[in-house]
C-alpha cells in the first residue's frame, strides 16, 4: 500500500465513523432503531446521512479491492521484477523508508548542489554524478563490460556549475537509472545465481547492492541538503 492510498483510508475511516455516529444519534433522537436503517423509511436529513455513510463505505471497499489488486500483482511478479520495482522506488519513489533519490533531489538548485558544507567529504551533485556512474556500471557488467571504475569515473569532478548543467546531470541521472532498469528486465532470470561476470559477485547481489548504493547516498544527499538550505538562510 502506497503511502497515499494509506493516507486516504485513514481520512475515509475516520469520516465513516463520524457519519456513522452521528446517523446513530440522529436516529435515536427521533425515536429509530438504528439498527433498522435498511428497513425503515428515513426523514431527508436522515436519508442524507444514511447515503454519504454508504457512499464512504463503497470507497473503502474500492480501495480494498484496488489494494488486493496490487498485492496480487507483487506476488505475481518473478524475481527480475521485483528487482527492478525496488530499483524504481528507491529511485522514484514509494520507498518504504521513506523520500526516494529523486524525491530528495527536488528543489535543489545549482548553486545548492555544486555547495560543500563544512566538514562535507563530497557535494550534493557529485554524489548525484558518483550514484550515475554505479548505475551505468550494473548496466555495463549485464552487457558484459567488467565496469572497474577509476576515480575520476567513481566520483567525476563537477567543473562547471551552472543551472543549465545541473539540470543536464539531472536529465543523465534518470535516463541511465532507465537504461539500467531496461538492462535488468532483459536478463534471464537463470543467471541471477550466477557471477554477473567471472570473478565478481552474483548478478542478484550486483543488483539489489545498486539498490542499497542508492538509498545510502539518498540519505547522504538529505543531511546535505538540509545544511546547505540552513546555510542559505544564514
Known sequence: ??????SQRTRLAEKLREVDKQLRTEMLARGFDPSQDDNVALTAPLAKLYTERENLRAELESLSEIETSEENQENAMGELERIVDQLRRAFE?????????????????????AARPSGAVHSIWEIVLHIAAWESAGARR????????????????????SEEAWQQT???????NEELRTAISRLDESRLDQPILEDMSSAYRTLHGIVQHDLYHAGQIAILKKMVSEDSKV
Open 142 to 161: 549485464l552487457r558484459g563490460d567488467r565496469a572497474q571504475l577509476p576515480t575520476e569515473e567513481d566520483w567525476p569532478v563537477v567543473t562547471i556549475s
Open 170 to 176: 539531472m536529465k543523465a541521472l534518470k535516463q541511465g
Open 93 to 113: 519513489g514509494e520507498a518504504w523508508h521513506g523520500p526516494a533519490v529523486t524525491e530528495i533531489l527536488e528543489g535543489i538548485t545549482a548553486q545548492q548542489a
Open 1 to 6: 500500500m502506497s503511502r497515499q492510498q494509506e
